[in-house]
C-alpha cells in the first residue's frame, strides 16, 4: 500500500509515510532537500495504527490524503487550532528513536476511528547541519570590514558623531552560544559609537552600529561596578549579557530573548501562529545558554537566509564584482533633535514596556510636530493632553519622560494587553495594533500596525516603515530581535549592488531603541515582525 500527498503548490512534492512500528526502523526519513527536490512515494504495509508521519518542507493551503476513509482535506488555515503532537509524544507513539546527526521537518497527522484527521504544526527531528556555526572570519578581516564602513559614512547625515575619522580604542570579543569560537567583534571608537561585525554568515557582516555614545562594552562596564567582567554575549539584535569568570550573569544591555514554546520550526512569510505558541521567561542565564540552539532554531534561521545576500556580496568580492552603490538616506521631519526620549518606568510590579514606550514616542513626536508649525501635522495637536490625559486640553508634549508621559505609556499598556516576564514588559505584535484606541476622541490622527506574533519578518513590513520615513517624513514602530524589543525608526537608508545576474540590497533603519538618550540610537538591520504608523 502507498499513500501520497497532493498538494495545489507547485513548490513541493512530498512523501505522505503511513508507518507502523515493526517497519519503522527500515525507513529513511527524506531530507529537507530531498523534500525541495520532490520525493517518490514510498510503498508500505498497510498500517497497524491510524498514525501517519507526513514529511514535508513547505505544505500546501488544500491537501488530499487518498487511501484512507475517503478523502482527508487539510486546511493550513485550521493549522492554529488543532491540539499540538509533540516530539516527544510522537517519539513515543512511533517508537522512533531518530540518529541526532539525522534532519528533517514534519507534521504528524492523527485519524481516529471515524477517518477524522488532525495535524500538527511543522516540527523538525535532528540537528540541521546547516545551522552549526563556526567563526570562520578573523578579527583582522572584520577590522577591514569595519573601516571600510568607516570610509563610507564619515563627513555624512548618517554619522553624526564623526566630522572627522574615527579610530579604534578597543576591540571586544563577543560570543552567541550556538556559534564556536568568537562570533563577533565590537570596536569602539574615539570620536564615539561602536561597529559590531560578525565573523560568519550566522549573522549580518556589520551588524549594527552607531557613531554616538558608549560602546555596549562600555555600557556593560557601567552597569557591571566593581565586578570584572570575562565574557560578553551577543544573543540577538539588541542584547548583551556579561558573565563573571564563574559563567554567571553580571549583568545586560537590552531585554533578553523569552523562552518559546512549540515556536513553528519554520518562519516564512504565511506561517500561521499555532494555538499552542507562547512565551515565558528563563528560569536561569544558564538554561539560557544551554537551550539557545534549540530553542531559537527558527529565528536563526531566519536571520542566516535573510543575510544570505549579503554574505554571497561579501565574499564576491575577492573576485572583484561591481561595486557597491552610493547610499540613499531618508530622514523623518525634525531629525533626531525631535525625537522624544522616554524610556520604560517601572509600573506595578514590571517595566510598563517597549511597546507602550514606542508608541508614545510616535505619538508625542506627531504631537511635537502640530505645536512647532509643521504644516502636515499642524491639525493634529491633542495627539498628548494636560498631564497625559483624555479629557485635558491639548498641550505641547514633553521632549523627556515626566509624569504625564507616564499616563500615556501606562494607558497604552493597558490597550496593548502588555504583560510581565521576568521584570519586562512584553507586548505581542498582534496587540500592537490596539494603540489606536489611544487616538480616539483625543485627535483626527489615525495609526495602523501588523505584525508577527511568532517573528517572521517580512519585506512588507519593512516597506511600510521606509516608505512612512521617505514618503511621509514620518517615523514608524519596527519589532527588533527575537521578539524582545520595539523601537522606533526615523532613518532608513539602502544600497545595491550586482552580483552575478542579481541585485543585492543592504538596508538599515536607525532607530530610537527608547532608552531615554540620543546616546543609545543605533543603525539596525531593516528587518522587522511588526510595523506601527502614523497618518496625520
Known sequence: MSFTMKTNTSKLTAALLTLSSPILAQVAMPTQAQLMRGVTPIALPAPAAPVVLLAADQLGDNREVPGMTGVLQLDTTRMQTLPLVSN???ETAMKLRTNANAHTFFQVVTFDEAGNGRISRLQEFGNDPSLQFRQIDSEATCRNRVLQRIAEVVNTEMAEGWDAVPSIVRVTPMYRPDVQGVAYYEYEMDLGGFLVASTGEHDRPITN????????????????????????????????????????????????????????????????????????????????????????????????????????SERAAVVGPLGWSAWTTYLADGGTSAQPLYYQHTYGSCYVGCGPVAWAILFCWGDRQAHEGNPVWSARTGLYRTDGGYSGSATKAPLYLDSGVKNVTEELNGRLGTWCISGSGATWPSRMDDADGYLVGRTGATCDSKGSDVGVNLASYRDEISSSIRDRDTPGVVGTGFLSHYPVAYKYRYRTKKVLFSTVYDREFYVNNGWGSTSTFEWVEAGTFVYGVLYP
Not at 215 to 223: C, G, N, T, V, Y
Not at 278 to 305: C, H, I, M
Open 88 to 90: 516527544a509524544a510522537f
Open 209 to 312: 552600529w552607531s557613531s554616538v555614545g558608549q560602546s555596549k562594552m562600555a555600557q556593560l562596564e557601567e552597569r557591571a561596578g566593581a565586578e570584572t567582567i570575562h565574557k560578553v554575549y551577543k544573543l540577538d539584535a539588541l542584547c548583551y549579557v556579561a558573565e563573571n569568570a564563574m559563567g554567571a550573569m553580571i549583568t545586560r544591555v537590552g531585554n533578553l530573548p523569552d523562552r518559546m514554546i512549540n515556536l513553528p520550526a519554520v518562519l516564512r512569510e504565511g506561517t500561521p501562529t499555532p494555538a499552542s505558541f507562547d512565551r515565558t521567561g528563563w528560569r536561569t542565564w544558564s538554561e539560557l545558554k544551554t537551550a539557545y540552539a534549540d530553542n531559537y532554531r527558527p529565528f536563526v534561521r531566519q536571520l542566516r537566509d535573510n543575510c544570505a545576500d549579503l554574505w554571497r
